[in-house]
Structures are given as C-alpha cells and as structure tokens.
C-alpha cells in the first residue's frame, strides 16, 4: 500500500505561485511514476503532469511552461511548483502514483492506483 498526502493549496491572485507538496510513504515505491491531477466539481479529473521513476516528466498543454513537477526521494516527497497561475487552475488538486510502466507516462486517472485526498487551489482574478 501507499499512502500519499497533500499540501500547500491555498488562494492565491492571478499570476501568482503555490507550491504543491505530497507526501509519499508507505511499500517500496522509489520506482512508481507519480502525477498530480486536478478536478473541477462537475468535470472528469483531468492530469496535470507526471514524472517517472528516472524523472522523466510530461505536462498537459494547459500547464506548460509554468507548471513544474519534481521530487526528493531523499524526503519521500513530490511537489508540483505553479506560476504565473490563471483562474482556470482554480481547481482540488490530487497526488497519484502507479507501478505501471507505460510509455509515454500516462495522465489518464484510469492509469493510476493510489491517490491523495487533495488540497485545493484558488486563483482569483
């Protein structure tokens, strides 16, 4: 089992920054591919970006360029850094982890078997 728990959401204005935090415990899971995925109350969860075990990473179009996912396994933690955020990002954001190893990573929920239970994010404009 894994066991994954989020931080750091918050409100914040447009073209601001947060800092995501997860923190990862649990079975061996240094080789898991890990995602964070955002959901609007209505709408599918739709992935926001992942990083694989060697630390390859992939993003939705929708976060390119100011999204950024990395973490320390050193700490058991993977972050997703957020700038220049838009009120489109406003959104419950989710920590999730699979031992699949598809390529490329995938940013499907259906792909992913442990999740946290959120931490929610503001933007206002």
């Known amino acids: 089992q894994v066991q994954l728990v989020e931080s750091g959401g918050g409100s914040v204005q447009a073209g601001g920054s947060l800092r995501l935090s997860c923190e990862v415990s649990g079975s061996e899971n240094s080789s898991f591919y890990m995602a964070w995925f955002r959901q609007v109350a209505g709408k599918e969860r739709e992935g926001v970006a992942v990083i694989t075990s060697v630390g390859d990473r992939r993003y939705a179009d929708s976060v390119k360029g100011r999204f950024t996912i990395s973490k320390d396994n050193a700490k058991n933690t993977l972050y997703l850094q957020m700038n220049r955020l838009k009120s489109e990002d406003t959104a419950m954001y989710y920590c999730?982890?699979?031992?699949?190893?598809?390529?490329?990573?995938?940013?499907?929920?259906?792909?992913?078997?442990?999740w946290g239970k959120g931490t929610r994010v503001t933007v206002s404009s």
């Open positions: 999730a982890a699979t031992s699949s190893k598809l390529w490329p990573p995938p940013l499907s929920r259906n792909s992913y078997s442990y």
